[in-house]
């Protein structure tokens, strides 16, 4: 952390718009050399252009991670704040020169230091980037308590905004003034609005921070040029990018920061809001939201247009130079912690992450052992991720090209290099499939501008950049096609048209129009585009749509909330709950049968989180109510298997049926249920339970209401149905699994009935002397009289020959058939039923 001071040392500070790039630029241009260090690459490619045209093509450099143009007299650098090459040991690279090499140095928006996940590149450039005759340090007021402990001997300067940036109010995108800038924080919500300012206004310019410069260039021409007087861009507009803005509003002030959703901060609110107006024009800034989350709240409008925010306190630090003589000692001197009161230790950044990652691999471990190779493993985890596919992918990527760089030549094959890049070489798609073709061409081009990685780098460099300028041409052409009417730009440049906003209506039958042009329909909470929502015209009615169906869901979401039981309908297979026809959750595996976790449709996460918490509320409520209603034995069952003062044996009993969901085979628990004492089958009558003779059932189950409940427990519980529900008011069918059945033969029969001829035939027998019993009831039910021999012999009779040729039985003692095949009971219920049959001696 010891600092590197060379020459006259300035920090700028103030806030945008006041000139500092612009005196960066005109200080480095009066020394002999020189370098700027940028936040951003299309910032860097945009002063390299300036710079060119003052001091020629052979004297300037530019260097980014994925693009580097150093003629051999290159004297000024304009550079990414990662790519600055540094003192001799810092930074790889021969070719360019070290920082005392240059006269003068500087560091735009050092503000970033404070930034979580490139702060620590900033804060080593603000210790020990330095200029042999001057340095300048570029960023906002808020540094200056960082500058002053960091960089004691700097000379701090403050500089005014030239123009005055006021608060013009909330406006709706149909009436915001030309020259304007919106932005948004997501690719999604860029399209969005672009396309409704293509409907509204004609189109609009789009910018991007993954845009290549190229793309970016030619969006920003036909703005400036007049051809479209939109411009919708993330906030890489913040980060100094220079347009001819009037005013900037905002679509959204909340963003995605990598980890989570965040409302921004007031100094990423003022830096972009900054755009705003230029040299000494004044500039204004709002919003498109009225209210809620999407305005700003009076202090913040009180300190963007005062300029008057927070100092920083401290700043994220890592070790710049870390030591390399393994793989252990690389990854501890990483994590070192700062020894300054001004520093923090910067959080794990991806580079370090996949560093971890592959040291636990023993492969990687044996090949890294010489300090060099140790290096050469660093620079390959800095490879970004500007494909955003995430860390396991991202590491096996890593992976594979350190492969190839620790062995042989120690150069990534150039099969591997040119199947990929010529995969991406297809400028056919549609936006987002040549943004995510330039992404990937990124990452090819950061990998070719690596010296020592490949065979022939410069051709490799040569190949990447003019497939990403072929892609970044389509692009720019997919962009303008798809988001600029440049006839309806004339037409209302000509008549200086207003149009209002589009109204959006959804009808009683759930049909949702736009100027009475029907684009689809919103059932229950999902919106389904209409067949013929799918040209061009009607994306933008869909985006304007989208808005509308914000409340009308959240009115839908509180009428499930507030929803009567009479709206609310189980549906068995697959377990979920329907709402007046449509379905809104599912049952899932819960704490037990009775139990299931509701769980609310996908449909359904358009609801903020206190209704969504109401509607499963409602749900929970409702399933807990039918439960009782419909399948109340099962609760009492599980809560007299789990009751101490019950006996082992009606414990037992109690489990498998509970386990069973009410309706199981007498056979497996025979013995236990010979075990009870009278009481103990009073118990068990009492809660409903039948004790056939051949099944255990409560005949609630059997109602076609409480065998679909029972379904769908059993259903939510094991994720599957074993036996499919009976018709309603059936008795006897034709062999198969269906629930409350007893499958006897070629029929399946159900079990109250099977118990009513059983009773029967013993209320017929007299000990065991051959009878022959009445089928007048089996046949009366549809029992064939095969099924009824086989349900008889199942019952523990046996046929006994007879003089007269007639069928008789005789009682052979208690039934003894095998038991059916079942679902394998749970585990919390299996055990408690082991645990008691061996108490019992089973």
């Known amino acids: 952390m010891t600092r590197i001071s060379s020459g006259a040392i300035t920090a700028v500070l103030g806030p945008t718009n006041t000139g500092k790039t612009h005196l960066a630029i005109e200080r480095m241009c009066a020394h002999s050399s020189g370098m700027i260090g940028f936040p951003l690459r299309l910032l860097a490619r945009e002063v390299y252009d300036r710079v060119v045209a003052i001091k020629g ?167 400036q040029a007049g051809e479209v007087d939109y411009l919708v861009a993330t ?51 709002g919003s498109i939201a009225t209210e809620g989350p999407g305005a700003f709240t009076p202090e913040e409008i009180a300190a963007i247009e005062g300029h008057h925010f927070p100092r920083l306190e401290t700043v994220y630090w890592r070790e710049g130079s870390p030591d390399m003589a393994s793989i252990d000692a690389l990854i501890a001197s990483l994590e070192a912690s700062p020894s300054h009161i001004r520093l923090r230790a910067a959080p794990e950044a991806l580079d370090l992450t996949i560093l971890k990652r592959l040291a636990d691999e023993a492969w990687v471990r044996d090949r890294a052992r010489a300090p060099a190779m140790t290096a050469r493993l660093w620079a390959a985890c800095g490879v970004p991720d500007f494909r955003k596919v995430g860390v396991e992918p991202h590491a096996r990527f890593i992976a594979r090209l350190f492969t190839h760089l620790s062995e042989g030549s120690g150069h990534i094959p150039h099969e ?41 780098p410069a051709r490799w460099a040569e190949r990447t950049r003019a497939i990403e300028e072929r892609l970044s041409d389509a692009l720019h052409a997919s962009l303008t096609q798809r988001f600029v009417d440049k006839r309806t730009t004339i037409l209302m440049r000509q008549i200086g048209a207003d149009v209002s906003a589009l109204p959006v209506v959804v009808d009683a039958t759930g049909e949702v129009l736009v100027e009475d042009h029907p684009i689809g329909r919103l059932d229950g909470f999902r919106f389904v585009v209409a067949p013929d929502a799918r040209h061009a015209d009607k994306k933008l009615l869909l985006a304007a749509a989208e808005k509308r169906l914000t409340g009308e869901r959240a009115r839908r979401g509180q009428a499930l909330a507030d929803a009567p039981d009479t709206a609310l309908a189980l549906i068995a297979d697959p377990p979920a709950i329907d709402w007046n026809g449509i379905t809104v959750a599912t049952l899932a595996p819960g704490t037990a049968l009775t139990r299931p976790r509701v769980m609310l449709d996908r449909a359904l996460d ?37 009751d101490a003062a019950a006996s ?31 009481p103990e089958r009073k118990r068990l009558r009492s809660a409903g339970i039948t004790l056939g003779t051949l099944d255990l059932f409560d005949t609630r189950l059997l109602k076609p209401a409480g065998a679909r409940w029972r379904q769908a427990l059993l259903a939510a519980r094991d994720g599957t149905l074993s036996a499919a529900l009976p018709p309603a008011g059936a008795t006897v069918l034709p062999r198969a699994e269906i629930a409350g059945f007893r499958t006897i033969g070629a029929q399946a029969v159900r079990v109250d009935l099977v118990e009513r001829i059983a009773r029967a035939a013993h209320d017929a027998r007299t000990g065991r002397t051959p009878f022959a019993p009445d089928p007048a009831l089996a046949t009366s039910m549809g029992v064939t009289a095969a099924t009824f021999a086989k349900l ?51």
């Open 57 to 223: 093509a052979h004297q300037v450099a530019l260097i980014t991670g994925e693009e580097k143009i150093v003629p051999p007299q290159a004297r000024w650098f304009l550079c990414t704040a990662e790519s600055m090459p540094l003192r001799e040991g810092r930074q790889a690279g021969s070719a360019n020169p070290n920082t005392s090499d240059v006269g003068f140095v500087a560091l735009d928006e050092a503000q970033l230091a404070a930034g979580p996940e490139r702060g620590h590149v900033f804060t080593d450039r603000l210790l020990h980037a330095r200029g042999r005759d001057e340095t300048m340090i570029l960023g906002s007021e808020a540094l200056r308590p960082i500058v002053r402990s960091l960089v004691p001997e700097a000379e701090i300067i403050n500089r005014p905004r030239f123009s005055t940036l006021s608060y013009a109010g909330a406006t709706k995108i149909s009436r915001l003034p030309k020259r304007s800038a919106i932005v948004a924080f997501s690719a999604e919500e860029v399209y969005a609005v672009a396309e409704m300012l293509r409907r509204l206004r004609g189109g609009a310019a789009v910018v991007m921070g993954a845009l290549s410069p190229r793309t970016r260039n030619a969006q920003v021409a036909m703005f």
């Open 235 to 285: 906030d890489a507009i913040g980060m100094g990018l220079n347009m001819d803005v009037a005013h900037v509003a905002f679509a959204s002030l909340r963003k995605f920061d990598g980890h989570r959703q965040r409302r921004l901060t007031v100094p990423e609110m003022a830096q972009i809001a900054g755009r705003a107006g230029r040299h000494q024009r004044d500039g204004s800034f």
């Open 416 to 456: 591997w290099f040119a199947a990929e890049i010529a995969r991406l070489d297809n400028v056919q798609g549609d936006v987002e499939t040549l943004a995510g073709r330039i992404a990937s061409a990124r990452s090819w081009a950061y990998i070719a501008q690596r010296a020592d990685w490949l065979a022939d």
């Open 606 to 642: 358009c609801l903020d989180r206190p209704l969504a918490d109401a509607v499963r509320a409602r749900l929970e409520g409702w399933v807990n109510a039918q439960v009782a209603r419909r399948a109340g034995v099962l609760p009492r069952l599980e809560a007299l298997a789990s």
């Open 648 to 678: 082992p044996g009606l414990r037992v009993v109690a489990a498998a049926l509970a386990e069973a969901g009410g309706i199981a085979p007498r056979m497996p628990i025979a013995d236990a249920i010979e075990a009870l004492a009278p």
């Open 792 to 842: 008889m012999a199942q019952l523990g009779f046996r046929t006994a020959p007879a003089k007269d040729g007639t069928a008789r039985w005789a009682w052979h003692g208690r039934p003894r058939v095998a038991p059916r095949p079942r679902v394998q009971p749970r585990p919390d219920n299996a055990f408690a039923v082991l645990a008691d049959w061996g108490r019992l001696g089973g």
